[in-house]
């Protein structure tokens, strides 16, 4: 007999994994035999997963639907069906758009009969000739445009199934990937922007986010945990990278005397930050040498893909472990994966982190080399044409560094930019249709996808971000600090809206007996990050899209009317008026408005 086929194959595994997951439940006893035979324990690189996946079944849990996809075929291992059926044009089948994700495409149908593909790119940096001809690639296989996310990385959106292999092969060819970039694995890993170039940062993080890249992936057992797994690594700079919203942050911080370690700098250990679950990474107390920080991260990924929850995707992130352990038990397994305790280091021997500027994301900023600078650039919720993206690179290429460094503000920097040529670049900027200025409303604006492109989201984010900014700006309102809106289409919290001054997830408002809806929002108010981490709180619900505006700027109006000073900031104001009082004060000029 000769090979068999592909399709054979796939089948053959399937039934023997079954077969041995049912052995393993005692479903099955050998012939002849009284007692359930007993089945070799899992082999090769997907084996730690195949075990929590088989521990589920022998206890008489039942596998999500992932959990079985993956069993069935594991995502690697079907690229060549993926190639296949994407050049004939075939749209995928629901466990092939889960799989796919682990390729970095995303099957958007039905608010876009395509797909969408997600980059790696560690510390969100890349260089001139990559960003365009990414460009090059977006607008031969894709919509001609991209958009700048919240883990600063990029996304190419209305691609056609008969182009994926292309642009995947094109990323590559690039020096570029998507590998692992969807479903449940580990995502971009994020670090400062500044890195390297900010002369307030303790440490530069590139070096940290590249090993960490690398290293995942090189490992295939790091793809296919129970859920998806954030890490970042903020170096202490001005630009906040948010590592307190991840499963890990990793925070450089200098111990002094006393503390149980040497003094000096240290990366102190964050875990369960997951906002769109209403929770920020705590401190663990840990520190650990920042070239311990690859290690440290594949314990906890690995303690994680043995006891998370797969059976229950909701309850299936790292927070749910500790909410159910408790940190000291965690971080015990932690410790013994890793073979060796970690050091602890009390609060009052860390100094405390250098405050953060939400304005240091855009204009004009010296950096830590002398006569030379960065230009954060203002993109309208993170959205640049292929046209942009060349002109870009060109101003990285000619008058900056060559680097284009992307933000989890959903823009870009260009750095190393000399102090006589700063002009010229704010000038081929504005002829891109771009500018390094903001206003207070539009420094802090972020928004998701949303219904345009997301058939999760509830509302059109994006536009209603900029008719949200338009309209206040039309008011005149006179805001003298940057005040943080964050708009996200769903539950998914992709915008991070609970850690914004004001932060809107979308809704679907009934308007009427039968059922009907409109797109609108729930409003919360009061959230924060770095050095003012903060979950917001639930001010308004059900609001239509098109009232959301006139809401915000009675906020803000009653924001500037009710201050103390300007120096109480919005979080500050909202936490000393209180929600029944803020809700009272901003209704009513809002309903007048919104009539």
């Given at each position: 007999?000769?090979?068999?086929?592909?399709?054979?194959?796939?089948?053959?595994?399937?039934?023997a994994?079954?077969?041995?997951?049912?052995?393993?439940?005692?479903?099955?006893?050998?012939?002849?035999?009284?007692p359930?035979?007993?089945?070799?324990?899992p082999?090769?690189?997907?084996a730690?997963?195949?075990?929590?996946?088989?521990?589920?079944?022998?206890?008489?849990?039942?596998?999500?639907?992932?959990?079985?996809?993956?069993?069935?075929?594991?995502?690697?291992?079907?690229?060549?069906?993926?190639?296949?059926?994407?050049?004939?044009?075939?749209?995928?089948?629901?466990e092939?758009?889960?799989?796919?994700?682990?390729?970095?495409?995303?099957?958007?149908?039905?608010?876009?009969?395509?797909?969408?593909c997600?980059?790696?790119?560690p510390?969100?940096?890349?260089?001139?000739?990559?960003?365009?001809?990414?460009?090059?690639?977006?607008?031969?296989?894709g919509?001609?445009y991209?958009?700048?996310?919240?883990?600063?990385?990029?996304?190419?959106?209305?691609?056609?199934?008969?182009?994926?292999p292309?642009?995947?092969?094109?990323?590559?060819?690039?020096?570029?990937?998507?590998?692992?970039?969807?479903?449940?694995?580990?995502?971009?890993?994020?670090?400062?922007?500044?890195?390297?170039?900010?002369?307030?940062?303790?440490?530069?993080?590139?070096?940290?986010?590249?090993?960490w890249?690398?290293?995942?992936?090189?490992?295939?057992?790091?793809?296919?945990?129970?859920?998806?797994?954030?890490?970042?690594?903020?170096?202490?700079?001005?630009?906040p990278?948010l590592?307190?919203t991840?499963?890990?942050?990793?925070?450089?911080?200098?111990?002094?005397?006393?503390?149980?370690?040497?003094p000096?700098?240290?990366?102190?250990?964050?875990?369960?930050?997951?906002?769109?679950?209403?929770?920020?990474?705590?401190?663990?107390?840990?520190?650990?040498?920042p070239?311990?920080?690859?290690a440290?991260?594949?314990?906890?990924?690995?303690v994680?893909?043995?006891s998370?929850?797969?059976?229950?995707?909701a309850?299936?992130?790292?927070?749910?472990?500790?909410?159910?352990w408790?940190?000291?038990?965690?971080?015990?397994?932690?410790?013994?994966?890793?073979?060796?305790?970690?050091?602890?280091?009390?609060?009052?021997?860390?100094?405390?982190?250098?405050?953060t500027?939400?304005?240091?994301?855009?204009?004009?900023?010296?950096?830590?080399?002398?006569?030379?600078?960065?230009?954060?650039?203002?993109?309208?919720?993170?959205?640049?044409?292929?046209?942009?993206?060349?002109?870009?690179?060109?101003?990285?290429?000619?008058?900056?560094?060559?680097?284009?460094?992307?933000?989890?503000?959903q823009?870009?920097?260009?750095?190393g930019?000399?102090?006589?040529?700063?002009?010229?670049?704010?000038?081929r900027l504005v002829?891109?249709?771009?500018?390094?200025?903001?206003?207070?409303?539009?420094?802090?604006?972020?928004?998701?996808?949303?219904?345009?492109?997301?058939?999760?989201?509830?509302?059109?984010?994006?536009?209603?971000?900029?008719?949200i900014?338009?309209h206040?700006?039309?008011?005149?309102?006179?805001l003298?600090?940057?005040?943080?809106?964050?708009?996200?289409g769903?539950?998914?919290?992709?915008?991070?809206?609970?850690?914004?001054?004001?932060?809107?997830?979308?809704?679907?408002?009934?308007?009427?007996q039968?059922?009907?809806?409109?797109?609108?929002?729930?409003?919360v108010?009061?959230?924060?990050?770095?050095?003012?981490a903060?979950?917001g709180?639930?001010?308004?619900?059900?609001?239509?899209?098109?009232?959301?505006?006139?809401?915000?700027?009675?906020?803000?109006?009653?924001?500037?009317?009710?201050?103390?000073?300007?120096?109480e900031?919005?979080?500050?104001?909202?936490?000393r008026?209180?929600?029944?009082?803020?809700?009272?004060?901003?209704?009513?000029?809002?309903l007048?408005?919104?009539?």
């Amino acid at each position: 007999m000769g090979e068999f086929e592909p399709e054979q194959r796939r089948y053959l595994e399937g039934f023997a994994s079954g077969l041995q997951a049912a052995r393993v439940a005692g479903g099955l006893a050998a012939a002849g035999a009284g007692p359930a035979a007993a089945a070799p324990p899992p082999t090769g690189p997907d084996a730690i997963h195949a075990s929590a996946q088989e521990r589920v079944l022998a206890a008489g849990g039942k596998l999500a639907d992932q959990e079985k996809w993956k069993r069935a075929e594991h995502p690697f291992e079907a690229h060549a069906r993926l190639k296949r059926e994407a050049e004939a044009g075939q749209a995928p089948k629901p466990e092939d758009n889960f799989r796919w994700r682990y390729h970095g495409l995303f099957w958007v149908a039905p608010t876009q009969t395509s797909y969408m593909c997600r980059l790696r790119l560690p510390n969100g940096i890349l260089n001139h000739w990559q960003f365009a001809g990414l460009a090059d690639l977006a607008e031969r296989h894709g919509g001609g445009y991209s958009h700048v996310t919240t883990r600063a990385i990029l996304q190419v959106r209305e691609i056609a199934p008969e182009h994926c292999p292309a642009l995947l092969e094109g990323l590559a060819d690039l020096g570029l990937c998507a590998r692992g970039s969807g479903a449940d694995n580990i995502r971009n890993v994020t670090g400062s922007p500044t890195a390297g170039i900010d002369g307030q940062e303790l440490l530069d993080t590139r070096p940290l986010a590249r090993a960490w890249h690398h290293h995942i992936l090189n490992d295939r057992s790091l793809y296919g945990l129970p859920r998806k797994f954030n890490v970042a690594f903020d170096g202490g700079g001005i630009v906040p990278v948010l590592e307190e919203t991840n499963d890990i942050g990793f925070q450089a911080v200098r111990v002094g005397e006393g503390g149980g370690v040497a003094p000096g700098l240290w990366m102190r250990l964050v875990l369960g930050g997951i906002t769109g679950h209403r929770d920020i990474a705590r401190n663990t107390g840990i520190v650990c040498a920042p070239g311990d920080c690859v290690a440290v991260a594949d314990a906890i990924v690995r303690v994680f893909i043995e006891s998370g929850d797969r059976t229950n995707r909701a309850k299936a992130r790292l927070k749910y472990v500790l909410d159910d352990w408790g940190f000291d038990k965690f971080l015990t397994a932690v410790e013994a994966k890793l073979g060796r305790a970690l050091p602890r280091v009390a609060a009052e021997h860390v100094a405390p982190r250098a405050s953060t500027d939400r304005f240091a994301h855009l204009g004009v900023h010296a950096q830590a080399q002398p006569g030379l600078n960065w230009i954060g650039v203002v993109l309208p919720v993170g959205k640049l044409t292929a046209d942009q993206m060349r002109g870009l690179a060109a101003i990285a290429r000619e008058i900056g560094d060559g680097d284009i460094r992307l933000t989890v503000w959903q823009n870009l920097l260009l750095s190393g930019v000399p102090d006589i040529r700063v002009g010229e670049a704010e000038a081929r900027l504005v002829a891109l249709g771009l500018s390094a200025r903001a206003t207070s409303i539009r420094a802090g604006l972020v928004a998701c996808t949303g219904a345009t492109g997301c058939k999760f989201a509830a509302a059109h984010t994006k536009e209603d971000a900029l008719a949200i900014a338009d309209h206040v700006e039309a008011a005149g309102l006179a805001l003298d600090g940057p005040v943080n809106i964050h708009l996200t289409g769903c539950h998914h919290s992709c915008a991070q809206h609970y850690i914004g001054d004001i932060g809107l997830i979308g809704a679907k408002v009934p308007v009427n007996q039968d059922g009907d809806t409109v797109p609108g929002y729930d409003i919360v108010v009061g959230g924060g990050f770095a050095e003012a981490a903060r979950i917001g709180r639930e001010l308004w619900t059900g609001i239509r899209a098109e009232e959301a505006p006139a809401r915000v700027e009675a906020l803000l109006g009653a924001y500037l009317a009710h201050r103390l000073s300007p120096a109480e900031g919005f979080q500050a104001f909202t936490e000393r008026l209180g929600i029944e009082a803020l809700g009272r004060l901003a209704a009513a000029p809002a309903l007048e408005a919104a009539a």
